[in-house]
């Protein structure tokens, strides 16, 4: 599969950006729907961290703490497309962005794990004034 992400870029505390990752490459009859997706960000000098994610057998949703009620992850079946809406973004949020699917649901059984097959480029956020 390849994951090709936009969005991104530089935005002041407290406002709102998207990413998205356009998936293609599918083999037939199989689509995004058949693949658990996630979000992943990894900080300047820190270790990449799951963001969030859903679970391809029953769209259970994760969502790390620091992100509840201000992230929403979402996926667009028809056009091959993952989100990852932000809003009330703090500098803390700055980051590079990567997209990830795979076909098991144990990459987002209790949190989003790093061993996914399929990765973006990743994007990047920077939240400053």
């Known amino acids: 599969l390849r994951l090709v992400q936009s969005g991104g870029g530089l935005v002041q505390p407290g406002g709102s950006l998207s990413v998205s990752c356009e998936v293609s490459?599918?083999?037939?009859?199989?689509?995004?729907?058949?693949?658990?997706i996630a979000w992943f960000r990894q900080a300047p000098g820190k270790e990449r961290e799951g963001v969030s994610c859903v679970r391809r057998s029953d769209g259970w949703t994760y969502y790390t703490d620091s992100v509840k009620g201000r992230f929403t992850i979402s996926r667009d079946n028809a056009k091959s497309t993952v989100y990852l809406q932000m809003h009330s973004l703090k500098p803390e949020d700055t980051a590079v962005y990567y997209c990830?699917?795979?076909?098991?649901?144990?990459?987002?059984?209790?949190?989003?794990?790093?061993?996914?097959?399929?990765w973006g480029k990743g994007a990047l956020v920077t939240v400053s004034s």
């Open positions: 490459g599918f083999e037939p009859t199989i689509t995004l729907a058949d693949y658990t």
């Open positions: 990830a699917v795979d076909a098991s649901d144990y990459y987002c059984s209790s949190y989003p794990h790093s061993g996914m097959d399929y």
